[in-house]
């Protein structure tokens, strides 16, 4: 496989693993809803949870609001779609420590887990459709590849400094 260059295309990448990890939550949470607690179940959820964290600090508020957006603004100006995304992921943003924090306790309440992920899974599917359909195309429209090749070199320099994850 050629190696990918195109920033949008590592982006989508991106979206695809947020995805499968707000699906391990969902999963989670319809187990919890059986009334099947198990241990293994909200441990595989804060591994989900953790992992969505750090996905979504690395990509929606670092990729893209550091690398993409400001490129994006050059061209079509700060407000309207880039606006919206960013209150968006303020809203992301503001919700997993509170999933997480939730899903650390011994007994995790079930109502607040299930109103956090239930948050999180209306938000996220359409926020990433609105991006892969309406934002990326037009980023792919209108940036010029020099300003593409400065958002690859600033992904990797976001990648590079992104501390390690933590071990729990
Ligand atoms: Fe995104």
Redesign the pocket.
């Known amino acids: 496989m050629a190696t990918i260059t195109d920033p949008l295309t590592m982006?989508m990448q991106?979206?695809q693993r947020?995805l499968g990890h707000l699906e391990t939550l969902r999963r989670g949470l319809k187990s919890l809803a059986d009334g099947k607690p198990g241990a293994e179940t909200v441990a595989s959820m804060r591994q989900a949870a953790q992992t969505l964290a750090r996905e979504i600090d690395l990509?929606?508020l670092k990729?893209?609001e550091q690398a993409l957006f400001p490129s994006l603004t050059e061209v079509i100006g700060p407000m309207g779609p880039v606006a919206v995304?960013i209150a968006e992921?303020r809203e992301l943003d503001a919700r997993l420590p509170q999933l997480l924090q939730e899903l650390g306790k011994e007994k995790p309440d079930v109502s607040k887990v299930r109103a956090l992920i239930e948050f999180i899974a209306d938000l996220l599917p359409p926020?990433?459709q609105k991006?892969?359909y309406i934002?990326y195309p037009l980023a792919k429209e209108r940036l010029s590849g020099k300003q593409m090749a400065r958002i690859v070199t600033k992904f990797e320099e976001l990648e590079k400094a992104q501390a390690p994850p933590k071990s729990y």
Do not use: C, N, V, Y
């Open positions: 982006l991106d979206h947020i990509h929606s990729k893209e995304m992921h926020h990433i991006e892969d934002l």
